[in-house]
């Protein structure tokens, strides 16, 4: 009986320029259907090393974000918008953003706190333009380069979840810390939003 094609016969093809080069849309197709991008992020970065493994998934998740937002604020915004009943802390934020604009996309890129993908699609929502949208981006860079790292020091993709298990080091340490310094920046901004929501009410 002859066997399906498996995930490990595909690396030699996207370790070529060609493979690369698509890497990058199916990055993007991975991130519009709200799936999450840690291993293939790790594996982008056992592909192709850290560094340039990074810079694919950057573009990819850049790309599949931009098209999410679009999505959000056109053909999709009632199912996102039903959608985020569910989810009290995104609500909160795409009801704020108005208000606190680039600063506030900017700490919820660095916030493990946020969805990524959904994020993107709620964005939409709100009346951020898509340059600060897309300025905002830049947030994602210290994790995906961390990730992309954890990929390459795991080497195969069978050590990932190893890999991860022992990923307490220093540096996985400061990007925690990051992402709970921005989730409480996070936090004491959207309050404040809300807070200057309700004045103007009074």
């Known amino acids: 009986m002859e066997q399906f094609l498996n995930l490990k016969d595909l690396i030699p093809f996207f370790q070529t320029f060609i493979g690369a080069v698509l890497f990058v849309p199916?990055?993007?197709?991975?991130?519009?259907?709200?799936?999450p991008g840690l291993w293939?992020?790790?594996l982008a970065g056992a592909?192709?090393?850290?560094?340039?493994?990074?810079?694919?998934?950057?573009?990819?998740?850049?790309?599949?974000?931009?098209?999410s937002f679009i999505l959000?604020?056109?053909?999709?915004?009632?199912?996102?918008?039903?959608?985020?009943?569910?989810?009290?802390?995104?609500?909160a934020v795409q009801k704020a953003v108005s208000?606190?604009?680039?600063?506030?996309?900017?700490?919820?890129?660095?916030s493990p706190a946020f969805p990524f993908s959904?994020?993107?699609?709620?964005?939409g929502l709100t009346d951020v333009s898509l340059k600060d949208f897309s300025i905002g981006l830049l947030g994602i860079?210290?994790?995906?380069?961390?990730?992309?790292?954890?990929?390459?020091?795991?080497g195969d993709i069978t050590r990932f979840r190893d890999v991860l298990d022992g990923s307490a080091d220093w540096?996985?340490?400061?990007?925690?810390?990051?992402?709970?310094?921005?989730?409480?920046?996070?936090?004491?901004?959207?309050?404040?939003?809300?807070?200057?929501v309700l004045d103007k009410g009074d």
């Open 99 to 110: 208000h606190e604009g680039l600063k506030l996309i900017l700490l919820t890129r660095l």
């Open 118 to 123: 959904l994020l993107n699609f709620t964005y």
């Open 171 to 196: 540096k996985s340490w400061i990007i925690r810390f990051v992402g709970l310094l921005a989730t409480i920046a996070v936090i004491w901004l959207v309050r404040r939003s809300v807070q200057k």
């Open 26 to 35: 199916i990055y993007a197709i991975w991130v519009t259907f709200l799936l």
């Open 141 to 154: 860079l210290p994790g995906t380069f961390f990730f992309t790292t954890l990929g390459a020091l795991a």
């Open 40 to 42: 293939v992020s790790m």
């Open 47 to 67: 592909l192709y090393g850290p560094i340039f493994g990074g810079i694919i998934v950057f573009f990819g998740a850049t790309l599949g974000a931009e098209v």
């Open 72 to 91: 959000g604020r056109t053909f999709l915004r009632d199912w996102i918008r039903n959608r985020l009943e569910g989810f009290p802390k995104i609500l």
